[in-house]
């Protein structure tokens, strides 16, 4: 059966039980998996209680079975449960119970349930049927024997002998009282009412039961161990199981109390984060207006300032044409009378015109055309409202005159070695141009040499400042431009000076060989010096000694100085008169 199916069963059947007057009906007279009324209600392991037909179309959740030979395993291993047991999942608590093999009969009967069915049905005015003939509606009730009656039955209670001193009241007067109590009659002899317990089979049975199939088991009346049965309950549920209940429901108590904290707490932040999120938004919202007016202010600026250069380039420029316009005309249609007697005139404008007019060189003419406006997002931008944001409009220009390069690399550098220096673009305030994107050129061409150039790399650093690395080669002068959008920075050209690279000293700085080898004959030095008696070396006093601590690899007496080449040293002849070089 599908859940829409069962959907609307459950609907239909809870209408049924619902009666005609909107009266409720008793919860505890209803079957929580059909919602009707309770048919023969049967107590689950769980203590929860359903109809039988209810629990018989539960699914089953596991069967057990009787020792197999395939596997080996025996009931004992399931729990000791019989052969044939079906466990199902309790509807009300999901709780795994054993459903007994000869099915859901097997379960005790619910007689609460089965009285408060009986009440209900009084209550809602529902049909009860006699409970002897069960052809016809009853209307009376025996106190006694707990049956209803029909008019018929009960006057035939009244005749009889065993039942004619039993109290017989009317439904009606039963309904008024809202209590009744039915018998619990045997399921093996119908009519047979349960008053015996058998204490060997801890069950209670019927007068015909103690009789033949508990005959020698010693049953005795309800009433006389009701009390110790009933106290054993009372024990387990006052010391076990009401204490239990009592801290079961405290921790419930506090689970609920942790839960509406944590609903509260997260309702405040969550008004939190809103009202942060409105708070944020506005300022971000101002600081974009903010940028906009900035941006319309920088516009404005330079607008102007292209105005005003504009009309100077103009103006200029209509005076210089009417200058030359007049001149050219005055030597091409006047006489010679006519440009001498205007000659004074027109010298005094076009002289004036060459030396004071407005007069800039194209390449000096930058027109601003923005490109020095940028919007750098990752830039902090201060607290707006409270609020620290980023975003900064950049309107720093390049100005060519203010520019600067700087490193050891500009003016030296060492053949065969890496040379750096860095140019640093700035604003006609002198501060630096927090952005890259400018077009540096770097060139290094030999002063002398003029098809000799070194090859030079340009970093950008996205800060406004440029690296720039070059490999030394040949020695010599050099010149160094720097340009930036084709114009040379201030200095450029500059002067680099490539000198030679260094000769480290490969010897030991000593007195002489004899002393610093130990005496050893095989020591030689680079000086001029000789020892009699085998040695290669030179030695205190003997010919050619420097007569000074000298370098034993070139005979150098200058500690900190260049190791001479092999040229200068092939050159000294040991019976020269060079006997040091000091560099």
């Given amino acids: ?69 395939e596997n080996g395993k025996s009931e004992a291993a399931q729990g000791d449960r019989p052969a044939g047991t079906v466990t199902v999942l309790c509807p009300d608590c999901d709780s795994e119970v054993d459903i007994p093999p000869s099915g859901p009969g097997g379960l005790s009967t619910d007689h609460l349930a089965l009285d408060e069915v009986f009440l209900e049905t009084l209550a809602t005015d529902g049909p009860l049927g006699c409970d002897l003939c069960g052809e016809v509606g009853a209307e009376s009730r025996c106190d006694v024997c707990c049956v209803n009656l029909c008019a018929f039955c009960c006057q035939a209670h009244r005749r009889q002998k065993r039942t004619a001193c039993h109290s017989v009241q009317r439904l009606e007067e039963l309904k008024s009282r809202g209590r009744l109590c039915r018998p619990v009659l045997c399921s093996l002899h119908p009519g047979q009412e349960l008053r015996l317990f058998c204490q060997p089979c801890d069950l209670p049975v019927c007068l015909e039961c103690a009789a033949t199939l508990h005959r020698d088991h010693g049953c005795c009346p309800t009433r006389d161990v009701i009390d110790r049965h009933g106290e054993r309950i009372r024990e387990v549920v006052a010391v076990r199981l009401r204490p239990r209940m009592e801290r079961l ?48 202010e920088l516009r404005v600026q330079r607008r102007n300032q292209l105005h005003l250069q504009r009309a100077q380039l103009q103006q200029a420029l209509l005076d210089v044409g009417g200058g030359v316009e007049f001149a050219e005309r005055l030597l091409s249609c006047g006489s010679d009378a006519e440009i001498l007697s205007a000659k004074g005139v027109t010298l005094r404008r076009l002289t004036g015109l060459t030396e004071t007019g407005y007069d800039p060189h194209p390449a000096n003419v930058a027109p601003d055309d923005g490109g020095g406006i940028s919007f750098m997002a990752r830039e902090p931008a201060g607290e707006v409202e409270g609020y620290p944001l980023v975003g900064v409009i950049n309107s720093k220009t390049v100005d060519i005159s203010k520019c600067t390069v700087e490193g050891e690399g500009l003016q030296r550098g060492v053949e065969g070695q890496q040379g750096h220096f860095t140019l640093v673009c700035r604003d006609s305030a002198g501060e630096q141009v927090e952005r890259g994107g400018e077009h540096v050129l770097v060139s290094i061409v030999h002063k002398e040499k003029k098809d000799c150039s070194l090859e030079t790399t340009v970093a950008d650093n996205s800060d406004g400042s440029y690296r720039a690395s070059y490999a030394a080669g040949d020695t010599g002068a050099y010149s160094v431009w720097v340009c930036v959008g084709a114009q040379h920075v201030k200095g450029s050209p500059f002067l680099l000076h490539v000198k030679r690279k260094s000769r480290r000293h490969g010897g030991t700085f000593h007195c002489c060989s004899f002393c610093s080898s130990g005496g050893a004959k095989e020591a030689r030095c680079g000086c001029t010096g000789t020892m009699p008696g085998g040695f290669k070396g030179c030695g205190h006093g003997h010919k050619g000694h420097p007569g000074k601590p000298h370098w034993s690899c070139c005979g150098s007496a200058a500690e900190q100085s260049e190791c001479l080449p092999q040229s200068v040293l092939a050159a000294v002849s040991p019976r020269g008169h060079l006997r040091t070089v000091e560099l």
Avoid: W
């Avoid at 599908?2 to 049924?16: D, F, G, V």
């Avoid at 008004?271 to 938004?281: D, L, M, P, S």
């Fill in 249 to 296: 429901k405290d921790s419930l108590q506090k689970v609920e109390v942790s839960q509406e904290a944590l609903q509260a707490r997260v309702d405040a932040t969550a008004n939190e984060v809103r009202a942060f999120a409105r708070a944020y938004a506005s300022a971000v919202e101002n600081h974009c207006l903010s940028l906009l007016h900035r941006l319309e």
């Fill in 1 to 69: 059966m599908s859940q829409s199916e069962r959907r609307e069963n459950a609907e239909e059947s809870k209408l049924r039980s619902e009666p005609q007057n909107g009266v409720l009906v008793n919860p505890r007279a209803v079957c929580n998996g059909c919602t009707r009324l309770y048919r023969d209600p049967k107590i689950l392991p769980c203590l929860h209680t359903f109809c039988s037909d209810c629990i018989g179309q539960l699914e089953p959740f596991s069967v057990s079975s009787r020792k197999s030979p």
